[in-house]
């Protein structure tokens, strides 16, 4: 069965530090999601792409964060200057079409230093 | 703003019992549904089952069943003849008219199943 991949499962980096996330969607999908979820806490949405452009983003979805699908398979959320209050389980997520569910990755653990 | 909640932050029931977790949302939105996911201590991000505002009958998946009241914005997941492996992290999420917008979890529940 088809599923949403995210490499690495877990990046350790330094505060400041660039960090790059990968995400390879199910095939044939056409939303794709970033959340993150803060240990502990309940997973929270970080931003939507759709038709190669940002549909929606949250609050949390600063200056400091960008997303990309560079190859029509890979999704990557890149963060440019990390921060102690980054560290947290990011999510990927892929939908096939509207009101449809959406299918997760099962994670990248991201830890700040 | 969507708001949701789930009131039990943590419930302990015995295997083979029936378990409701409740979940109210607070959305404008004339055109919603509302999906439930299961987290494991893995941390993976599990579907269980959809429910659309306008379907007639409450969603049915195995043994995971929607109390849907949509004049009180309540969908309670029923959990029918618990395993202990139900033990996990339990979120719900509405989501507008969209229907591509994301998700907006509530806090979740703890479910502890015991033998």
């Known amino acids: 069965e088809p599923e949403v991949t995210q490499t690495p499962s877990h990046q350790v980096t330094q505060m400041g530090q660039e960090v790059i996330l990968r995400c390879v969607p199910i095939s044939n999908h056409l939303y794709f999601y970033w959340y993150r979820q803060i240990l502990g806490q309940k997973v929270e949405f970080l931003v939507s792409?759709?038709?190669?452009?940002?549909?929606?983003k949250s609050e949390i979805f600063d200056d400091q964060f960008s997303v990309e699908r560079p190859d029509g398979s890979n999704f990557t959320l890149k963060i440019r200057s990390t921060k102690l209050e980054d560290s947290a389980m990011y999510f990927c997520?892929?939908?096939?079409?509207?009101?449809?569910?959406?299918?997760f990755g099962p994670g990248t653990r991201l830890t700040v230093l | 703003a969507q708001k949701i909640t789930q009131t039990q932050p943590g419930m302990f029931v015995q295997e083979k019992e029936a378990v409701t977790l409740d979940c109210t949302y607070d959305t404008s939105d004339q055109s919603y549904g509302l999906f439930w996911y299961k987290q494991p201590s893995s941390g993976e991000m599990i579907f269980l089952i959809y429910q659309g505002s306008y379907d007639e009958q409450n969603a049915t998946e195995g043994r995971y069943s929607l109390n849907f009241q949509k004049a009180r914005k309540s969908a309670n997941l029923v959990i029918s003849a618990s395993q202990l492996g139900d033990s996990a992290m339990y979120f719900c999420?509405?989501?507008?008219?969209?229907?591509?917008?994301?998700?907006?979890f509530g806090k979740g529940t703890h479910l502890i199943i015991q033998p």
């Open positions: 792409f759709y038709n190669n452009e940002i549909s929606e």
């Open positions: 997520a892929s939908m096939p079409r509207r009101d449809n569910e959406q299918f």
């Open positions: 999420a509405p989501f507008g008219g969209g229907g591509a917008d994301g998700l907006t």
